[in-house]
């Protein structure tokens, strides 16, 4: 009598579980392309390199293609290595410049400043430095069994009480890329919705001349080593950018008189010319767009980097 109970009770429990997950309202994140929790923890111990190599926070993670700057600057292998809330700590560039191919010709790194990677709040919590300390056994369970197991996510609450009293749900749609960038965008969108979160971030928090000097010590190193090194201030919206230039303490002709001092190669970007749908972030189209941008305002350096390659070796070969 025990064994077709046993058997009914775990047909029953599998129908209320597979009716409980079909029925719970949609997660407001709709991720897509390489999953979620994968592409993270692929993305913090990746282990292959190419000849240019972004870096930043989640400004470069959102607002840079590499695709779309490999189209512009061909035969180039580009990846973005931007994460959440990033600081630039010598862990993150050490980690930075393992992935730049030391045998390319055109071997470079872009760094994506922000003021807030520059601040020792951030360099004490980012989303690069919790997933550098994740466990064997959690590296394993996000990248190979974490996919399987949203069907299980508890239910949000929240998320119900808003459907119940007829708000509209918002959401958050995210593309990710093999190649490191994250697509996205949201719905509605919410133009100060960074703003608002941003609202005493820096008060105590200023740019930290500390970590301001381990980049510009990054950035000589870099060169002496033949990196090409470049750096540029990503778009944002006119309020976040009001908002920083006030409160973080960052002095951005200062910086880059030091980081081009330092051998960097500055580049000028229209500060708030690009769609951002939260404050802070651009859109997927606004994001391809600038990337394109870029590309072109490298193209001429790479293209001279090759020439000089190919006469060097025609040379030798003379």
């Known amino acids: 009598m025990q064994q077709p109970r046993l058997s009914h009770t775990i047909v029953a429990a599998a129908i209320l579980i597979t009716v409980a997950g079909m029925s719970a309202p949609a997660s407001p994140w709709i991720n897509t392309g390489v999953p979620n929790d994968a592409f993270w923890i692929t993305k913090a111990f990746h282990d292959r390199t190419y000849d240019m190599v972004v870096a ?94 949203n069907f299980f996510e508890p239910y949000n609450l929240y998320q119900i009480f808003e459907i119940v009293r007829g708000i509209p749900p918002v959401l958050y749609y995210q593309h990710h ?48 080593a033949g990196i090409d090194v470049f750096a540029m201030r990503l778009p944002t919206s006119p309020a976040m950018l009001a908002l920083e230039n006030s409160q973080s303490g960052f002095d951005q002709e200062r910086f880059v008189a030091e980081v081009e001092k330092a051998g960097a190669t500055w580049i000028e970007l229209e500060q708030t010319g690009y769609h951002s749908y939260d404050g802070s972030h651009l859109r997927k189209d606004a994001a391809i767009e600038l990337s394109i941008q870029i590309a072109r305002k490298l193209e001429s350096r790479i293209v001279t980097d090759r020439q000089q390659a190919k006469s060097g070796r025609n040379a030798h070969m003379q």
Do not use: C
């Not at 509605?188 to 510009?216: A, C, H, K, W």
């Open 177 to 224: 890329t093999p190649d490191g960038w994250v697509a996205s965008h949201k719905e509605p969108e919410d133009p100060f919705y960074q703003i608002r979160r941003y609202q005493g971030r820096f008060d105590n928090n200023q740019v930290s001349p500390m970590l301001t000097q381990q980049l510009l010590d990054y950035v000589r190193r870099w060169r002496k």
């Open 56 to 149: 930043g926070d989640s400004r470069v993670l959102k607002g840079i293609s590499p695709r779309a700057m490999e189209k512009v600057l061909e035969g180039v292998t580009i990846f973005n290595y931007g994460f959440d809330h990033n600081a630039y700590t010598q862990v993150y560039l050490s980690a930075t410049e393992s992935l730049v191919d030391q045998r390319s010709q055109r071997k470079a790194i872009l760094l994506g400043i922000s003021p807030q990677s520059l601040t020792q709040e951030a360099a004490q919590r980012n989303g690069f430095l919790a997933l550098r300390e994740s466990d064997r056994f959690k590296r394993f369970k996000m990248r190979y069994v974490q996919p399987y197991l």
